[in-house]
């Protein structure tokens, strides 16, 4: 039977459409890693640790290489245990994924949706609006005051339909931090039916004192979801492994959308072997703190502006994207790669990760160069 004119059949399509959201994602991009015509190139473009892999985890890694035939423990079992051991809490309590990237898009899914808002702050992680937007949702920059988090402005943003607020604490690009009291102040303003998440990806860097990357605030409630990440301080980023800590009830939810091995055989293995590693956390954090102080100190003599940075990477301040660019340019003249900003709207500005104190110093050489020669011309 054909069927009755009035129902109004699709127009043809020449192909599969995508849904409409679909096409207004802009393409993440990544740092780069290559630069034509350069021997050495140094990346400091995704703030993936000063050190290279933890050895311990190369090994574990290696160890694995006659088992890769075998499907993964689905339930990444070791891992979580391994976790739990290390930060106190219940393994049960969490999710491992491929990368947190994985969790932040599955949350994005369960919670989010058509008709539902989700909140992140203007200069917030990338992925965010990505994920929020394939899920459906309508995804809201707010306002920042000063590079940082403003809370008042996340909370006047909130309307019936906002199901999911994003804080990265500390924030990439921006390295600034909110404060536990400021974090509480978020918490308890939001209806407790919104999901916070808070994405603690550099945790591990951070030396504040009023500082807690989320554990408080999941136990305190049924409603704020900790993500962290193997791909920072323990420089395992090319493995793909991240967690959530959370409630009872996220924890379901994720465990029956996840990919079902989701975290791969060589990655959880690597991954425990990083927890392991004696001392790995320590050193990479108070090299951090000091190479990031005399790389800072280094650019302001120079004359660059630098914001302060609670991460294992800051943004350094050309006061215009012109010179911004310049400035990236005559850092690749020499090999150096750092992060464009123009895709989080700080065109003026370049992110730069801090490295070993070598690669430290050929940044500082190369910008001190580069503001002389722009005084000079
Ligand atoms: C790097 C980063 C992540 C981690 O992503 P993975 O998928 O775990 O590699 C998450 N959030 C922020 C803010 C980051 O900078």
Known sequence: MNAPETMHPAPPQLHPQPRPEVMKIAAYVGGEGKLEGVNRVIKLSSNEGAFGPPPGAVAAYTKVASEIFRYPDGASTALRAAIGRRHGLDPTR????????????????????AGTDILMSMHGFTMYQIAGTYAGSRVIKVPERNLT???????????EATRIVFVANPNNPTGSLLPQAEMERLRAGLRADILLVIDAAYAEYVEAADYDPGVKLVDAGENTVMLRTFSKIYGLGGMRVGWAYAPAGAIDALNRVRGVFNVNIAAQAAAVAALAEPGWVEKGREHN???RARLSAALERAGIKVWPSHGNFFLADFAT?????????????????VRAMGAYDLPHCLRITVGTDEECGLVAEALTAFMAAQKDG
Request: aromatic share 2%.
């Open 321 to 337: 994207p012109a010179r911004a660019a310049a400035a990236d340019a005559a850092l690749r003249a020499r090999g150096l790669i």
């Open 149 to 159: 988090t403003d809370v008042d402005a996340l909370l006047a943003n909130v309307t």
């Open 94 to 113: 969490i999710v491992c994924g491929t990368g947190s990237d994985e969790l932040i898009g599955h949350l994005c899914h369960i919670y989010g949706g």
């Open 289 to 291: 703190a000091r190479a």
